[in-house]
């Protein structure tokens, strides 16, 4: 999905969408918000970008969309420059950051108008029908004439959504899109990423509900303290974080005995539950071990790591606010 | 829009890094600018236009502005009922007041003489004010950068919305005085400040190109307005400071000891645009008046930019 001929002109570090060296920014009060951040997004990819409140998530998509002036390091967007491609790279661009920004004495469909002439690109001639396809997309079309102030908290992140998608994008960076919305809104607004990455655009996704992240997400990175803590495909990050053998027994002791015998590691007991590091063998046979010793099993099995755990594990904090 | 706007160098916010990557980037990002069509251009110019108008704070301070027209009419024609004349002619009240009941068209010259010191430049200052800062406070400035507007665009745009509707404000004053004067008092012919006698329709053409110097005399405060809205992420701080300075402004030439700094307060010559009713028109203090506008643009503008195309936005 890259532009090559704008590969070309400026041949970047790889072919992601999104390519930061270095990227730093400290604040004027001499706070580090962003610490050397190395981050790729392959184009193409859905990537899920995770981090404790306060861990500078918001500062890089700032950085990345010309708002933040980074302290040092390099940010390329599109294979372009940022800040200084802002006008060029952001009409290709729909964003969604820190949550929908909207003119309350305006009509959801004026917001959006308004929004699009701000676009020195889009063409003033099929604004209307761009407009009325975006609203159809969110489901706000009945809204449309309605004022943005009385628009509940979900039906202002889809307008939100809605302007980011005014245009064809090769790049959306959407901050916790489904935040305020319903269960069955959530599912639309997956289904609707889905979507729009299946036609080729990268997606590029903050959020802090993590199964969200492993459902629709192909890559992810883990922010903290302001550092990159770990990027790469999602099924490699959950499984970075081997999955445990789960034996569920009345005879616990024996059966700690018995995966011993088969070469498991780290067996640890717990009333019922005897988990362990899973042997480099068939576990058919670890089974049919497990049975011909006498052990009663009432369930046998291998617990994949979620990404959560994954989560915890890497930042060590769960969702706490950095301090 | 202007020249400026397609300086590439607009969204060059101070970057020492990747010199020469940047120089292509401003390369292309010119060839870019250059293909889009002025149509396309000005859509953001007339849609701030239209938003502004839509707002109820600019029709309630456009209210306020028509609003005092009237009152300065009836109340001259209550004072005046028994045929004597408004500010017994000693020049007590605002410019040209003694002279309504003679000619509607008076009031005209009167209503902008009264609304020029502080209703009208009041009234830019919250237009100006709010313009930025407003933005970032409500976060809609984010969204508007990131379509993108471009941060020299949408400067410019601002700063032309809140020159028009000094026009549009200066026009409201006026129609509205035209309106209630036609309907209070007698039109027709009417004596310069220097005594000779002018035509009725010429009279209208003077009180146009006054309410065209007047819609210029606010050149400065909404420059100035617009440079504090860069300064803050608070619409009604940015409104508070700028009619603050106004107010100061208006104390501090009052002033006489203060004579030395007079002549450089954006206020100081507003009220010479009752030079166009004299025969010749005496053009010195307009002059002055129109330079020192200027200036204020000039110096406040270049502040401004300065100060919003490297300002991190974080709102």
Same mark, same amino acid.
């Given at each position: ?127 209307? /029908?761009? =407009?009325? #396809?975006?609203?159809?997309? +969110?489901?706000?079309? *009945?809204? @449309?004439?309605?004022? $943005? ?70 890559? /992810?990175? =883990?922010? #903290?303290?302001?550092?990159? +803590?770990?990027?790469? *495909?999602? @099924?490699?990050?959950? $499984? ?84 | ?315």
């Amino acid at each position: 999905m890259t532009d090559t001929s704008a590969a070309e002109r400026e041949p970047g570090p790889g072919d992601g969408a999104i390519v930061t060296r270095g990227l730093t920014k400290r604040y004027r009060g001499g706070q580090l918000a962003v610490d050397g951040l190395d981050l790729t997004v392959p184009a193409g990819s859905v990537f899920g970008f995770l981090g404790p409140n306060g861990s500078g998530k918001t500062t890089t998509i700032r950085m990345l969309m010309g708002l933040i002036e980074p302290t040092s390091g390099t940010a390329r967007v599109l294979g372009r420059p940022m800040p200084r491609a802002t006008l060029a790279v952001l009409p290709q661009v729909g964003a969604l950051i820190e949550g929908p920004a909207l003119y309350g004495f305006l009509s959801g469909r004026d917001n959006l108008l308004r929004y699009d002439a701000a676009d020195p690109i889009a063409d003033p001639r099929t604004r209307r /029908a761009r =407009v009325a #396809a975006a609203l159809d997309r +969110v489901g706000l079309t *009945a809204a @449309a004439g309605k004022k $943005a102030k009385a628009y509940s908290l979900g039906m202002k992140q889809r307008l939100g959504l809605a302007a980011a998608l005014l245009q064809p994008r090769r790049l959306l960076v959407l901050d916790e899109p489904t935040n305020g919305l319903d269960p069955q809104g959530m599912r639309e607004i997956r289904s609707l990423i889905r979507e729009l990455a299946s036609d080729g655009t990268t997606v590029f996704l903050s959020s802090h509900l993590l199964d969200e992240i492993e459902q629709v997400c192909t890559h /992810a990175a =883990v922010m #903290a303290q302001g550092r990159l +803590v770990t990027q790469g *495909a999602v @099924a490699d990050l959950a $499984a970075g974080t081997r999955g445990r053998l789960v034996v569920t027994t009345p005879d616990p002791a024996d059966a700690a005995r018995v995966l011993k015998e088969q070469g498991a590691a780290d067996v640890v007991v717990t009333e019922d539950r005897v988990t362990a590091e899973p042997p480099e063998r068939d576990l058919a046979e670890v089974n049919a071990a497990l049975v011909t010793a006498g052990v009663r099993v009432r369930g046998f099995g291998v617990e994949r790591a979620s990404l959560e755990e994954a989560f915890v594990a890497l930042t060590g904090e769960g969702f706490d606010v950095a301090g | 829009m202007s020249r400026a706007d397609l300086d590439p160098a607009q969204e060059g916010t101070g970057g020492t890094a990747q010199e020469s990557a940047g120089r292509t980037a401003r390369t292309t990002q010119e060839s870019t600018e250059q293909r889009i069509p002025l149509a396309r251009r000005g859509s953001l110019l007339l849609n701030e236009l239209r938003t502004t108008l839509r707002r109820w704070r600019t029709l309630a301070l456009l209210g306020v502005l028509a609003a005092v027209p009237v009152l300065v009419g009836i109340a001259v024609r209550i004072e005046t009922g028994d045929g004597g004349s408004a500010g017994g002619g000693t020049g007590e009240g605002p410019a040209f007041i003694s002279q309504i009941t003679n000619n509607g068209l008076f009031l005209v010259f009167t209503a902008l003489a009264a609304t020029l010191p502080f209703f009208l430049p009041m009234a830019v200052g919250v237009i100006a004010g709010d313009a930025i800062a407003g933005e970032a406070g409500a976060g809609t400035l984010r969204y508007l950068l990131v379509a993108p507007a471009g941060r020299t665009r949408l400067l410019l745009t601002k700063y032309a919305t809140t020159m028009a509707f000094c026009l549009l404000a200066t026009l409201v004053v006026a129609v509205s005085a035209l309106t209630v004067g036609a309907l209070l008092f007698p039109l027709g012919e009417l004596t310069t400040i220097s005594g000779t006698r002018i035509s009725f329709t010429e009279g209208l053409g003077r009180a146009l190109l006054i309410a065209l110097v007047v819609a210029a005399s606010l050149t400065g405060v909404a420059a100035l307005g617009l440079f504090v809205s860069t300064l803050t992420n608070s619409g009604i701080a940015a409104m508070a400071t700028t009619v603050g300075l106004l107010i100061t402004v208006q104390i501090l030439d009052q002033i006489p000891q203060l004579d030395a700094i007079h002549p450089y307060l954006f206020s100081h010559h507003w009220l010479s645009f009752a030079d166009l009713m004299r025969e010749p028109v005496y053009w010195d203090d307009l002059v002055k008046n129109l330079g020192l506008q200027a200036l204020y643009a000039a110096v406040f503008g270049s502040a401004a930019w300065a100060r919003f195309t490297t300002k991190d936005i974080t709102t």
